[in-house]
């Protein structure tokens, strides 16, 4: 073992370290093993950014952006009202077709985004069906992450193998190639969840239940004591606020005034404008506004600012629901949103979006709500833009979207759009299916089709691609190339030789599926690809047989991260609407894991010979 291998393997653990340690963002790891690589000679810089250049790493950051069409049009939402339909009020057919319909979205868009979409939803049938989210939120990750085995561009780790194979100068996997196996995985992944629920919680949780249900506005309005606090005020042509910035009027600080919304006339009709601390007021402007402080004269206000008083139809602006939306979101535990008051965060600026509410340990915080220290566990109710609010699901390291009341189906940015969008992801399937072009290009013309049809805007394509996940990627790949050079993947390949060389493949397989659900436990399933895809096709050569059920045991094994919930983010997003500890996914996922590599040991070699 010479010194360099010594270097990159002691890279390798720390980096491990600091994935599992969460000391520093993973992203932030991924680039400083660049840096790392570059800086100690190990690697040139062309061969430390290579995977800046790989061709699916941007295939996946198109496919984020076909999603976040997806959710834009309404397809993804009317899916899940459709799953309420048909499930009824029987938790077992809720868990059937949760599972299935998450296999089928996860299989053509991105598992993390679908969970996201899911979340609430599976909230709302909980608290409808009496059931406990923690019976509903597990079957939800077990399927986003099965989905990853349905079809070739489901999840990164099947590119990275994909990629894999194409860099030794092989043919890449077909499109459906992994889906029969995923067929039965899902099958037997129900069948295991319908009875593993009942080793979770058994009834429904407080908090959960009284927190996170999806509710309508007038629920949230009746919760958070907002009865009588709203006012709509129409600027008049000689008042002092035109032409000022809302920043700078200050209306909060010194009349309690909180603008959440405005009415401007543009085309001969009133629409509505999303308003920031940048918003600058004109003559005819109808403000909408949120009157926290009781004690403020609402006649004097008037009269100071020079503003009509209108017709409010609804009680706090539930008549404008189609336009302004209200919604939950919880601090995460290390946010860095923590200690700091709203106002210090200008949270208005930051996110386009105001704070009008607070829940602290189930209490309603009353009074200055701006100046209120924000504390872990706390949940902020929000009102602003739809669309601003569809976005804090991109916020995930700071802030968790709960809930989206009942409202948001009637105010699906592009609804008229859901045709096209689901034209221009069968186009791609298709293209993909027939090989007809390269599948990054497939995927781009569909996001372009996508824009053309206004299914989605370039503002909201850019904020819908999760940049950290693709850097993560393109920061682990110099890792393979490292340990090639060292020698490293040669001394992998030797010790799996030493213990199942002469046992058979079978046995390789076991060992494969093994030390890469092993790896897994502490790093990313990405990651965890990246590393194994090269010692994989490397035994296969050694071993003198095909290395595609070797590459495909790894794409399983890797989609196979049911057992803690750092393995994948699916796993992230539902420990707490779930209200699971880290034993849960224990529990749940050994089992499983165990079925799943008994099944695809035994299978992937019928379906790829050795």
């Known amino acids: 073992m010479n010194n360099q291998l010594l270097w990159v393997i002691g890279l390798l653990a720390i980096t491990v370290w600091l994935f599992a340690s969460g000391r520093l963002r993973m992203d932030v790891v991924a680039l400083l093993v660049i840096v790392a690589f570059v800086l100690s000679g190990t690697l040139t ?44 009020n029987s938790e077992s057919k809720m868990i059937f077709w949760l599972m299935l319909t998450v296999a089928g979205l996860g299989a053509f868009m991105s598992s993390t985004g679908v969970v996201a979409i899911f979340i609430p939803v599976v909230l709302s049938v909980a608290a409808k069906i009496g059931s406990s989210p923690a019976r509903l939120m597990m079957p939800l990750s077990v399927a986003a992450l099965i989905s990853g085995m349905m079809t070739l561009v489901a999840t990164p780790p099947n590119l990275v193998v994909n ?71 129409a600027i008049r042509p000689e008042s002092p606020l035109i032409g000022h910035r809302l920043d700078d009027l200050k209306l909060r600080e010194k009349h309690g005034a909180n603008v959440v919304g405005l009415e401007r006339w543009r085309k001969f009709r009133r629409v509505m404008v999303p308003v920031t601390g940048e918003t600058t007021f004109r003559a005819g402007d109808v403000l909408l506004i949120d009157m926290s402080a009781a004690e403020i004269d609402l006649r004097q206000f008037c009269s100071e600012q020079l503003l009509e008083p209108m017709i409010l139809r609804g009680d706090y602006f539930s008549d404008r629901a189609r336009d302004v939306g209200m919604a939950e979101v919880s601090l995460i535990p290390d946010s860095e949103l923590l200690g700091k008051s709203v106002r210090e965060l200008g949270f208005r600026q930051r ?133 090639q050079k060292t020698g490293g993947v040669a001394l992998a390949v030797q010790g799996l030789m030493d213990i ?102 035994l299978l992937v070699p019928l379906l790829f010979p050795f």
């Open 45 to 88: 810089l062309q061969e430390a950014t290579i995977g800046f250049s790989d061709p699916n790493v941007i295939l996946i950051a198109a496919l984020f952006v076909i999603g976040e069409g997806l959710v834009r049009t309404g397809v993804a939402l009317q899916t899940g009202e459709w799953l309420m339909k048909i499930a009824g």
């Open 351 to 483: 996110y386009g979006l105001s704070v009008i509410g607070i829940r602290r340990r189930n209490s309603i915080l009353e009074g200055a709500l701006a100046d209120e220290t924000l504390e872990s566990g706390d949940i902020l109710l929000v009102i602003g833009d739809w669309r601003r609010i569809q976005q804090l699901q991109q916020q995930k390291r700071d802030l968790l979207l709960l809930a989206l009341p009942a409202e948001i189906d009637e105010a699906v940015p592009a609804h008229s759009q859901a045709p096209h969008a689901l034209f221009c992801l069968a186009l791609m399937v298709a293209l993909m299916i027939t090989d007809v072009i390269p599948g990054p290009i497939a995927a781009i013309i569909a996001c372009l089709l996508m824009g053309k049809f206004r299914c989605i805007d370039m503002e909201s394509a850019y904020k819908a691609i999760h940049w950290p996940g693709l850097i993560l990627i393109a920061g682990m790949m110099p890792f393979a190339l490292a340990l």
């Open 500 to 601: 199942a060389g002469g046992k058979g493949p079978h046995i390789m397989l076991l060992c494969l599926f093994i030390l890469c659900a092993t790896i897994g436990l502490f790093i990313s399933n990405t990651a965890t690809a990246v590393l194994m895809a090269p010692i994989g096709v490397a035994a296969a050569q050694q071993m003198g047989v095909s290395p595609y059920p070797f590459t495909m045991i790894i794409a399983i094994a890797a989609s196979a991260a049911f057992m803690t919930p750092v393995s994948s983010p699916v796993n992230t997003l539902v420990l707490g609407p779930g209200g699971y500890r880290f034993v849960d996914f224990v529990k749940i996922g050994v089992p499983f894991t165990l079925v799943v590599m008994v099944v695809s040991v």
């Open 163 to 233: 990629s894999e194979l194409q860099r030794e100068g092989l043919d890449g996997f077909s499109f459906f190639a992994v889906t029969p196996v995923g067929l039965v995985v899902l099958v037997l992944g129900i069948g295991y969840m319908l009875v593993a629920r009942y080793w979770l919680a058994s009834s429904p949780s407080d908090s959960a239940a009284g927190t996170t249900r999806r509710r309508n506005f007038r629920d949230l309005i009746r919760e958070y004591r907002l009865s009588g606090r709203a006012r709509r005020l």
